[in-house]
């Protein structure tokens, strides 16, 4: 043992065997000793190397390189380092699946991104990056967003997801390595995306909140590409009172945040300013709005209709009826505005009390028709749109048949029929469920039973003034809604666009009419100004426009906020190259401009920011 010690010793402490890096030759020692040492100078044996023969040995030693891999340390320019590429000059797509308010989500992403500088592409496979916004509502649309995500990921492209699917399960294993904007930082995408686009995977799914109150969202105020200029969706509140054992998206938007009823208005108002004939109020239940705050919905309807102005109108999102029952009587005064569709989506889900309680859907039949009668009785002509939910577990044929008979009696103009999909994670997905075939069988009925009526043959004949917002999917006809939204095809006449006009009815389908505009009868523009451009950015101030039209340098503050932001990366030798591959901006509010530029710095892209008051 002693002699395996210092044999160690002189290894490692030894100055000719110590330098990292360096190979050296041991001569093999004797196996044993023939005799005891008397002495510890005595291991040393007289043919070993002296230390100053060591010393000489160690000069004609040389390290050894490894050869390191090319396949692995080798970047080709398809594959640029992540601190070289420079964000905001991408392609990107955006995919929005499910409900209005996801839809004005995606907007907001849209807007924020275009006004940073990304381009907003109609082709995904030109795009660099997809952003796939999700619902969670039923198994399909998840399948859908599954599959793009799949699709992306073959073909290489970078991913960002957002909705409610995300944000209510972000840890399912399709999920993993992606990065996720929840539902309440839509006004963060930016980063998101740069950082996504820099190969980085960044996770916000945080809530908003104000001393320690969560709030409805993003602020109204952000930038917004429109998907139709004509029509402004509003976000009035995020999240519901209830809790169905069926919804997902319960676990997505949360509990109820309302936004203020003055920035609802302000965002109506910029709306109208730039064009909007056409405002729809959405939520996952408007009914329940700004009962966290301490007011109502009627009270929120009334300050609306003070800023719409002459041609235009608004459209009411879908309410519950345990709100709507407590404001029948002014809801009923607001529905008869002449700047209000008399229209009003009331989701009953099934015409049994039995099934309603299973649901936890706070009302029973008696409820929802009382609504109905009152609302027909005080709203002539008024539109009622439902949704019904076939084979909700423990449905039972008797069940199913009161329901029938709901829909035969009030012969719903719109009816959305949804064959019930257990969603993972929810109380309904742990119920016996009800046969597929059974479920299958009973929506199809169902629908027979819609589709053997036709609510608009009456109208025939009849003139009516409609409002004018968009294209036909065939492309065919022009789509206008009569004041009680109910859909008229008009001729594809470049002049009617964005107007009301009066039209006389001479065909009707299941699900429109069919009118012409009546010569000598007086033509509204509704808007207020030019409509923005399909695929302009909204929320941007005029001094800011007509920067991004003049280029940025031209703004009076331009230089100076910019050499600031150039300073703070503290380049201490002004005599380096410093390349600026280019500056875009955005609004961040009404007063300021957020000036970004992107900075190549030694081969290393930085960007740097700084705000102009443009006031």
Request: hydrophobic share 40%.
């Given at each position: 043992m002693l002699y395996l010690f210092f044999f160690f010793f002189f290894f490692f402490f030894s100055p000719g065997l110590s330098s990292k890096g360096i190979s050296v030759v041991l001569k093999k020692m004797p196996a044993a000793c023939d005799s005891v040492l008397e002495d510890i100078e005595d291991i040393v044996s007289a043919q070993d190397p002296k230390p100053h023969d060591r010393q000489f040995v160690r000069k004609n030693v040389f390290p050894k390189v490894r050869k390191r891999s090319s396949q692995q340390n080798?970047?080709?320019?398809?594959?640029?380092p992540s601190d070289s590429i420079i964000p905001g000059v991408q392609k990107i797509w955006i995919r929005t699946w499910g409900c209005s308010h996801n839809n004005s989500d995606g907007e907001y992403m849209a807007g924020q991104l275009a006004a940073y500088g990304y381009k907003i592409t109609d082709n995904s496979a030109e795009a660099d990056l997809w952003l796939l916004n999700s619902c969670t509502v039923k198994n399909p649309a998840e399948d859908h967003f599954r599959n793009s995500i799949k699709k992306a990921q073959e073909g290489n492209k970078k991913v960002v997801l957002a909705g409610c699917v995300p944000q209510a399960q972000p840890r399912q294993d399709y999920l993993k390595g992606l990065s996720i904007i929840g539902v309440q930082q839509i006004d963060r995408v930016v980063e998101v995306v740069e950082e996504t686009i820099k190969g980085h995977s960044v996770r916000l799914l945080g809530q908003k909140k104000d001393n320690g109150k969560r709030l409805g969202g993003a602020r109204l105020d952000l930038p917004k590409i429109r998907k139709n200029p004509l029509i402004e969706i509003i976000s009035i509140n995020t999240g519901c009172l209830n809790a169905c054992t069926y919804c997902k998206t319960k676990h997505a938007r949360g509990d109820l945040a309302s936004y203020p009823i003055e920035e609802l208005v302000d965002r109506a108002k910029q709306s109208f300013q730039e064009g909007v004939c056409e405002i729809w109020l959405t939520s996952e239940d408007t009914g329940a709005y700004g009962r966290d705050i301490?007011?109502?919905?009627?009270?929120?309807?009334?300050?609306?209709?003070?800023?719409?102005?002459?041609?235009?109108?608004?459209r009411l999102g879908m309410t519950n009826p345990p709100y709507i029952l407590e404001?029948?009587?002014?809801?009923?005064?607001?529905?008869?505005?002449p700047r209000v569709y008399a229209f009003l989506h009331i989701p009953v889900q099934s015409a049994s009390d039995s099934v309603l309680m299973d649901m936890k859907r706070e009302y029973c039949v008696a409820d929802f028709k009382r609504v109905v009668d009152f609302l027909k009785e005080k709203v002539p002509g008024i539109t009622i749109a439902t949704d019904i939910i076939c084979g909700f577990p423990g449905e039972t044929d008797e069940d199913f048949q009161e329901t029938m008979k709901l829909?035969?009696?009030?012969?719903?103009?719109?009816?959305?029929?949804?064959?019930?999909?257990?969603?993972?994670?929810?109380?309904?997905?742990?119920?016996?469920?009800?046969?597929?075939a059974v479920k299958k069988q009973r929506t199809k009925d169902l629908s027979q039973l819609f589709h053997s009526y036709n609510p608009y043959d009456h109208k025939v004949g009849e003139r009516q003034r409609v409002l004018v917002t968009e294209e036909s999917f065939d492309s065919n006809y022009y789509v206008a809604h009569n004041p009680f939204y109910e859909q008229v095809l008009v001729p594809k006449d470049p002049v009617l666009m964005g107007k009301m006009v009066e039209v006389n009815i001479y065909e009707a389908g299941k699900h429109f009419m069919k009118g012409q505009p009546v010569s000598d009868a007086r033509v509204y523009t509704a808007s207020i100004t030019r409509p923005l451009a399909k695929g302009e950015v909204s929320g941007l101030t005029e001094i800011f426009r007509q920067t991004k039209e003049d280029s940025l340098e031209q703004h009076p503050t331009y230089h100076s906020s910019f050499n600031r932001a150039v300073d703070a990366l503290d380049i201490t030798d002004r005599n380096i190259p410093c390349a600026v591959h280019s500056q875009v901006s955005y609004c961040t509010g009404?007063?300021?401009?957020?000036?970004?530029?992107?900075?190549?710095?030694?081969d290393t892209a930085i960007t740097v920011r700084s705000l102009i008051n443009v006031f």
């Open positions: 080798t970047q080709t320019d398809d594959d640029p301490g007011t109502d919905l009627p009270t929120l309807l009334w300050k609306l209709v003070e800023v719409i102005p002459e041609g235009a109108m608004l404001h029948l009587e002014e809801m009923a005064k607001i529905l008869n505005h829909v035969e009696q009030y012969r719903f103009p719109s009816l959305f029929i949804n064959q019930f999909y257990p969603r993972p994670g929810t109380p309904a997905a742990k119920m016996h469920q009800v046969p597929a009404r007063d300021t401009i957020l000036v970004c530029a992107n900075v190549i710095f030694e």
